[in-house]
Each structure stands twice: as C-alpha cells, then as structure tokens.
C-alpha cells in the first residue's frame, strides 16, 4: 500500500511564502513523476507544477517565478516552494506521483488527501 501525505498548508498574507512537502510511503520500488496540481473553490484541479525523476521541473504559467519544485528521491518526498502569493493561488493542493511498486507490474497513479492553502489579510 502506498501513501502520500502532504504537509505544510496554512493562512498567509498576500506577498507570503509557504513550502508544503509531500512524502510517499510504502512498498515503492521507484517514483517517475511528482506532481502538485491545485483546485480552487468552483473550479477544476489545475497543475501548477511537475518535476520528472531526473528533476527537470515545469510549470503553469499562473505559478512561473513564483513557485519552484523539487524533490529528494533518498526521502521520497516532493517540495513546492510558493513565493509572492497572491489570494488567486488559495486552493487545495494536492501531491500526485507516477510510481511502481514492489508487487505491481505497472506504473500506477497516485494522490494525497490535500493541503489547504489560503492567502488572504
């Protein structure tokens, strides 16, 4: 069984930083793509950024200069460092990974529960 948790949401004011984390837990024998996508009241889940397993990220264009991905592939875990926040980046961000695990024949695609982020004064 495999998890993602993601951490690191919370209340900003408007110009603010935030960094969520999002680490993968279980029986992973690799992880391909890390993703973080993001839904906003009313509106479809969105991507805001990937980083492929050699780190090459990419971003929307809504998020470009402001956000920056990575990830530590010895912890299994996926950042999205969130600069100069803006009240339209409150959504609910959700991790996603592209992985195999030790008993699957397949890459299989998986998400956490989400994190809420809210800028606002």
């Known amino acids: 069984q495999v998890q993602l948790v993601e951490s690191g949401g919370g209340l900003v004011q408007p110009g603010g930083r935030l960094r969520l984390s999002c680490a993968a837990s279980?029986?992973?024998?690799?992880?391909?793509?890390m993703n973080w996508y993001r839904q906003a009241p009313g509106k479809q889940r969105e991507l805001a950024a990937v980083?492929?397993?050699?780190?090459?990220?990419r971003y929307a264009d809504s998020v470009k200069g402001r956000f920056t991905i990575s990830r530590d592939n010895a912890k299994n875990t996926v950042y999205l460092q969130m600069n100069s926040l803006k009240p339209e980046d409150t959504a609910v961000y959700y991790c996603?990974?592209?992985?195999?695990?030790?008993?699957?024949?397949?890459?299989?695609?998986?998400w956490g529960q989400g994190t809420q982020v809210t800028v606002s004064s």
């Open positions: 980083i492929s397993s050699g780190g090459s990220p």
């Open positions: 996603n990974a592209q992985l195999r695990t030790h008993s699957s024949a397949g890459i299989g695609d998986y």
């Open positions: 279980g029986s992973i024998f690799s992880i391909y793509g």
